[in-house]
Every structure is written in structure tokens, then in C-alpha cells.
């Protein structure tokens, strides 16, 4: 299997396709042929075999956590081939993902997710009260707070996640 990592800025039209095709196996959500579910990412993980079998999204951006602006890589947009499922896809994909959020800027890596092979990478569930703003349909919707639901979070650095903290995600959710 065949591990790449893609700058959206380099991503190709075809490789834009393969992944906007991926993601339509995948997921019963309608992406709307794009290769993303609402905004682009920041970096693509894929893994080939020799075709398309695996992608992950990772996406840099500033939330605040309580009174505090907090670097975060937001991990979205999981997907692996329906034919290619139970082969360790995703737990391949995963360390290279967490890699790459390591290397930056961010202080912890965010997911929306409940598969077990998170908790086993480390992400621990998390329930702030949060903001974000909705995208329903790639279109501007209404400011929703609410208890995170689905929420896990991998700390990159020695900072500790304020569990109990307000969390504004100062966007919309990834």
C-alpha cells in the first residue's frame, strides 16, 4: 500500500476526482461531487492499492478553548472503500495523520468520530459546551451551541484539553 501526502494546494484535478469519487462510496451523505463535505482541507492522506482505497483530511485552524486562542488540526472526511474495509486502511492512515498534525503549529488534534481505533491512537471524548457555525449544504447557516457530541481530542504538546471549558470552534464544523 502506497502512503501520500497532498498539500490541497498541490492536489491535482484527478486526484480531486479520485477522492471526490471515494468519498461517494463511502459515505451516504451527499458531498455534492466535491472531494471535501463544506470546506476545503489543509492536507490529504491517501493510500493506494494500487487504486484510491483510503483518505483522511487534516485541516489547521485557530479555536478558542475558554479564554484562550488555541491551535488545532482537525482531522475530517475518514473514508475507506466499501471492497477495502477490515484490511487496517483507516489504522494505516491514522499515525501518518497525527504525524502531520505533530508537525505543525497545533497544540491538539480534534476529530468528530466514534470508532474505536481513535480511542486506541490515544483521542480521548470530550464533552464542552460548543459553538460552531452550521454549513448545512456547503451554505451559511445559523450559529448552533450545544454539548459536543461525537467529540475527540489527541493532545500533540504538554497542554492539557480544558474539558469543562466553553468551545468556540470560530467556524463551521469540520
Given at each position: 500500500?502506497?502512503?501520500?501526502?497532498?498539500?490541497?494546494?498541490?492536489?491535482?484535478?484527478?486526484?480531486?476526482?479520485?477522492?471526490?469519487?471515494?468519498?461517494?462510496?463511502?459515505?451516504?451523505?451527499?458531498?455534492?461531487?466535491?472531494?471535501?463535505?463544506?470546506?476545503?482541507?489543509?492536507?490529504?492522506?491517501?493510500?493506494?492499492?494500487?487504486?484510491?482505497?483510503?483518505?483522511?483530511?487534516?485541516?489547521?485552524?485557530?479555536?478558542?478553548?475558554?479564554?484562550?486562542?488555541?491551535?488545532?488540526?482537525?482531522?475530517?472526511?475518514?473514508?475507506?472503500?466499501?471492497?477495502?474495509?477490515?484490511k487496517g486502511i483507516?489504522?494505516?492512515?491514522?499515525?501518518?495523520?497525527?504525524?502531520?498534525?505533530?508537525?505543525?503549529?497545533?497544540?491538539?488534534?480534534?476529530?468528530?468520530?466514534?470508532?474505536?481505533?481513535?480511542?486506541?491512537?490515544?483521542?480521548?471524548?470530550?464533552?464542552?459546551?460548543?459553538?460552531?457555525?452550521?454549513?448545512?449544504?456547503?451554505?451559511?447557516?445559523?450559529?448552533?451551541?450545544?454539548?459536543?457530541?461525537?467529540?475527540?481530542?489527541?493532545?500533540?504538546?504538554?497542554?492539557?484539553?480544558?474539558?469543562?471549558?466553553?468551545?468556540?470552534?470560530?467556524?463551521?464544523?469540520?
Amino acid at each position: 500500500m502506497q502512503i501520500e501526502t497532498i498539500p490541497e494546494t498541490r492536489l491535482t484535478a484527478a486526484q480531486d476526482g479520485e477522492i471526490a469519487a471515494l468519498l461517494a462510496r463511502c459515505f451516504t451523505t451527499d458531498f455534492g461531487g466535491r472531494s471535501f463535505f463544506q470546506q476545503r482541507h489543509h492536507l490529504r492522506i491517501t493510500a493506494r492499492d494500487p487504486a484510491l482505497v483510503g483518505h483522511m483530511a487534516l485541516g489547521l485552524r485557530a479555536i478558542r478553548i475558554g479564554g484562550h486562542l488555541t491551535d488545532i488540526a482537525g482531522l475530517a472526511d475518514v473514508a475507506t472503500d466499501p471492497g477495502h474495509r477490515g484490511k487496517g486502511i483507516a489504522a494505516t492512515l491514522l499515525p501518518a495523520a497525527i504525524a502531520e498534525a505533530k508537525a505543525g503549529p497545533a497544540q491538539f488534534l480534534l476529530l468528530f468520530g466514534t470508532a474505536g481505533l481513535y480511542a486506541g491512537a490515544g483521542f480521548v471524548v470530550a464533552h464542552n459546551p460548543m459553538t460552531w457555525i452550521d454549513l448545512t449544504g456547503a451554505r451559511m447557516g445559523a450559529v448552533t451551541s450545544q454539548r459536543a457530541e461525537n467529540l475527540m481530542v489527541l493532545p500533540l504538546r504538554d497542554k492539557a484539553w480544558e474539558a469543562d471549558a466553553p468551545l468556540d470552534l470560530l467556524g463551521n464544523l469540520f
